[in-house]
Every structure is written in C-alpha cells, then in structure tokens.
C-alpha cells in the first residue's frame, strides 16, 4: 500500500493482512470528505422494512427521500404489492416554517382509506428531525381511527449511518411483533430474520425447510405478511441471515419471549449447508429432521457440482474484490469463491463490528486487505494495485469496476437473479465467470485509479 493515499481519519480502517497491526476501527462516522459509500439511517430502515408486503409506507420528508423505494430492489412479493408503490408527504418551505404534522396526518388517513393496508408505516426524515413534528401523536390518532397498526419510524438521516437505521427498523417490528394469536402454530416452527426475498430467494430457502419438516413460520421481511409478522413470536426458533440487519430485533425477541437464535448464512455451498444442519440439531428431539436435512442437501448439490468443477477449472486464481453491506456477508463470499478456484484480495463492508473483522481476518489469505467504509478512491487504488479480475459489490460500485476495466457482479440488494441456496451458488459461478472471462476485456484496456493505462496480465 506505499503508493496508495488515505485520509489521515481514515487510516485506522484499512488494513492489510500479514502487514500491518490488526486494531481495524469501525462502527464510526464516515470521515469528511471521503465521499463514503454508506447510506443514511432513513435508507437503513426501508431496507428491512418496504418488503412487507400489505403494509403502508408513507415518506414523511421531502420528496428526494422517497426516490429510495421498491424499484431499485429485487424483493418480490407472492401476493399482496402495497409496499410497491412509494409515497410521501412532499414537504416544501412553508411546511418547515409551520410544520407538517397536519399534512402528514391527512396524507396517511387518506391513503390507508385507498388502499386498506394492514399497518402503516411513518418514516421521519433528516427535516422532520430538525422541525420537530410530532409523529408519534399522529400514529397514535391513526391507529386509534383506522384500527390498524400505524408505526413511527424514527429514522432522520443525520442520526446516524445505515446501520442506525436497522435498529430504527427492528424497534418498529417490535411493535408488532407479539400482538397476534398463535394458537395455530406447530411446535417445529422457526422465523427467518434478515431475508429480504431478493429475486424470491426466501421461497428457495423455504423449500428446504418444508422438505426437511421444519414449518417457517414468518420471514422477516422478505414476502412478509404484517400477521405473520405479530404472530413470530410462537416459533420456536429465530434464524437471522443478515446478522447485521436484524441481530437486534432477534435479542428483543430473545428477553421477551426467550426465543433463542442462531446466525446462518443462506450464500455458497458451506454456510446453506450449516444453515440446514444447524436447524436440524436445534430440532434433536425429532431425529427425523437431521435425515432429511442429508437427503436434501445430498440431491442439491449432487446437481450443480458437476457444473461448478467446470468453472472451477476456468477461474482457479483469478482474483476478486468484494464490498459489501454487512460483513457477515464478505465470510460466504469468500467461501464461495474458494469453490470455484478463486482468490480474494480485497474485502471491505458498510457495517461490520470489531468482531466481524476479526473473523475477517481469520479466513482471509495473507496480503488480503481489509477496509471498513470504503470510498471511491481508495477502492479503485486497492482493486488496481491487487489486480482484482472482478469486483463484487452493489449498484455503488459498479461504475468503480467499469471505469477501472475489470468485470462486476451484483451481489447487493438490486439484482435480479436469486444467489442463495444451491440453485443460488450456480447461479452465482455463472455470472462470475461470464463477467470474468467476457472476451470484452481483449479490448478494453485496464485502467489505474485515476484514468492511466495499463496492460492486462
């Protein structure tokens, strides 16, 4: 890294292993000028709440807010599409000199009148924070007139970073968490926290468990119902798949009604298969379970295994880049990737903690780099002096690999193919080896960080 400059506020989030002492800060504000690739607390909360899928979501903010809605995702939805169309309340000049609270009041009573949802959503934005609507009394009034669930989301932008904006979201679950009857749920019952039902994974992952005699009870909140959502409670089992999302949400639930929960990983061969395993042994009164769990994992990767060797024996060291939301998602990455013969040597998050990291750096290879809150520039220098052949990330990123002449997959919450699962982790060798050795790359000349040429290896 000598030729690579980083902000002196910066310097205690990157690191590179086998190099430097490991003592990766995190879990701190984006330094100024870093042009950071994290979102705000209000974007955090529509991540984990906008898949409910008969739910209200009302914008309380400026209409610039509301262009973060269901369109740039890929979550789908096997009924009920409320969650579909984005709405706000479109706060102007005169509304921040007098308030808006009766604006938001009348949007809100005349939406839920249209449309019949069964709750609602508020989200407070960046302005409503600084002129002090009182949200809370507005729900409360409409929850009283309307009978249904009407939830404030304190989610103003400046509070924080997205992460902030994932607790905002699991408190307003919380709220509905509990309030539904559960007489009719079965003992072997889990909820899937975490899944957002990006290109309908959460139906594959429900599948399996079907087939191996587990009932899922709710998924939080991919596809989700908001009465599946206020009956969770009576699962035996909480499973969170996007530990950074909805870990929160999973220790409310674990003082108030004593559901433990595991962390598990629906991504690659390695963590789907623990994910079935782990449920099965937490189920060990029902051996029956475990057996099944083995016939489904057998047949699954039975079938793709023979394709995998294929791009294996095509990809074997190549390297890649990743960047990504939540660092629990960066450990089955890497995993998968080792499948298919490939080497990482970049590996970065949003939002990973001190213990995240550590693990981090545990699996990654020696010379890997590790950053926390990466910007731009730095990702370009990294990628250009590793000599990543792709880079893994989200829509943010894509434009950094592009410029810079090396291949892209989409693995945040925009794409359009499901990579969880078996079917999932095929799909995933597939894209990676149609973007790596695209013969488009003959004829485009790698670039460095900052628009020099440079021969491809």
């Not at 939406?111 to 729900?139: N, Q, R, W």
């Not at 079935?276 to 079938?303: H, M, N």
């Not at 890649?320 to 890497?334: D, P, T």
């Amino acid at each position: 890294m000598e030729n690579l400059k980083i902000l002196e506020d910066r310097k205690g989030q990157v690191f590179e292993k086998g190099k430097d002492k490991f003592d990766l800060l995190c879990g701190v504000k984006s330094a100024s000028g870093a042009v950071s690739q994290r979102a705000c607390v209000f974007c955090g909360s529509r991540v984990v709440l906008y898949p409910i899928t008969d739910a209200l979501h009302l914008v309380h903010g400026p209409i610039g807010c509301a262009a973060y809605t269901w369109d740039i995702r890929g979550s789908l939805s096997s009924g009920p599409s409320v969650n579909r169309m984005s709405f706000s309340t479109d706060l102007r000049e005169l509304d921040v000199v007098y308030g808006g609270a009766d604006k938001l009041y009348k949007a809100a009573s005349s939406l839920i009148d249209k449309h019949s949802p069964k709750a609602a959503f508020i989200y407070s934005t960046c302005i409503v924070g600084l002129i002090g609507d009182d949200v809370e009394s507005v729900c409360r009034k409409l929850t009283l007139e309307k009978g249904i669930p009407v939830i404030h989301v304190d989610s103003e932008g400046f509070k924080g970073t997205k992460k902030d904006g994932y607790r905002a979201a699991c408190e307003a679950l919380a709220k509905l968490v509990g309030t539904g009857d559960i007489s009719g749920v079965v003992p072997v019952s889990i909820n899937i926290l975490g899944e957002f039902n990006l290109a309908g994974e959460a139906w594959i992952i429900r599948d399996y468990y079907r087939r191996m005699g587990v009932n899922v009870n709710a998924v939080i909140t991919g596809d989700a119902r908001v009465e599946d959502i206020k009956r969770a409670h009576g699962a035996a089992l909480n499973v969170v798949q996007c530990s950074g999302s909805m870990t929160y949400l999973a220790k409310i639930m674990e003082e108030k009604y004593k559901i433990p929960y595991i962390r598990v990983s629906y991504f690659g061969l390695e963590d789907m298969t623990s994910a079935l395993y782990d449920v099965a042994a937490f189920f060990k009164d029902s051996p029956e379970i475990l057996e099944r769990a083995k016939t489904v994992v057998k047949g699954e990767v039975d079938a793709i295994m023979g394709e995998l060797l294929k791009y294996r024996n095509e990809l074997r060291g190549k390297k890649a880049a990743l960047y990504v939301g939540g660092a629990f998602k960066a450990f089955s990455l890497i995993k998968a990737l080792r499948v298919i013969g490939m080497d990482v040597v970049l590996a970065g998050s949003q939002t990973g903690n001190k213990e995240d990291y550590e693990d981090l750096k545990k699996i990654s290879d020696e010379g890997t780099i590790i950053i926390d809150d990466a910007n731009p520039q730095e990702l370009s220098r990294f990628i250009t002096e590793k000599k990543a052949d792709i880079l893994i990330g989200g829509v943010k990123e894509r434009p950094i690999a592009y410029k810079i002449g090396i291949g892209f997959c989409d693995h945040n919450h925009e794409r359009k193919t499901a990579l969880a699962g078996y079917e999932g982790m095929l799909n995933f060798a597939r894209e990676v080896y149609s973007s790596v050795m695209s013969p488009v790359w003959k004829f485009v000349p790698r670039n460095d960080a900052f628009g020099g040429k440079r021969g491809r290896p």
